[in-house]
Nanobody, 120 residues
Framework: QVQLVEFGGGLVQPGGSLRLSCAASGSIFSINVMGWYRQGPGKQRELVAA???????NYADSVKGRFTISRDNAKNTVYLQMTSLKPEDTAVYYC??????????????WGQGTQVTVSS
């Protein structure tokens, strides 16, 4: 079994910054893509950013130039540095990843979510 634990959410003023982190633990042989999704009030869950094990990244158009995703493969951890935050970034942010536990099959896992609120 694999667990994803997220840290770093909170309340921030518009224009401010936050850094989210998500650490994977448990039966891990290898990790493929790691990503961040978010779900705002009354909205569907959407991809924010993703990063492959080789470091290739992908961002939603709404966060390009403001958010940066990175990962530490040795620590099985993914980060999301968020800058120039806007009220519309308010959402629950979820970590997501595909993990091979040694069975040669990748399974998809979600974190519990962390609230980010951008408000003055």
């Amino acid at each position: 079994q694999v667990q994803l634990v997220e840290f770093g959410g909170g309340l921030v003023q518009p224009g401010g910054s936050l850094r989210l982190s998500c650490a994977a633990s448990g039966s891990i042989f290898s990790i493929n893509v790691m990503g961040w999704y978010r779900q705002g009030p009354g909205k569907q869950r959407e991809l924010v950013a993703a990063i492959t094990s080789e470091g290739r990244t992908n961002y939603a158009d709404s966060v390009k130039g403001r958010f940066t995703i990175s990962r530490d493969n040795a620590k099985n951890t993914v980060y999301l540095q968020m800058t120039s935050l806007k009220p519309e970034d308010t959402a629950v942010y979820y970590c997501n990843t595909d993990v091979d536990d040694g069975s040669s099959r990748f399974r998809n896992y979600w974190g519990q979510g962390t609230q980010v609120t951008v408000s003055s």
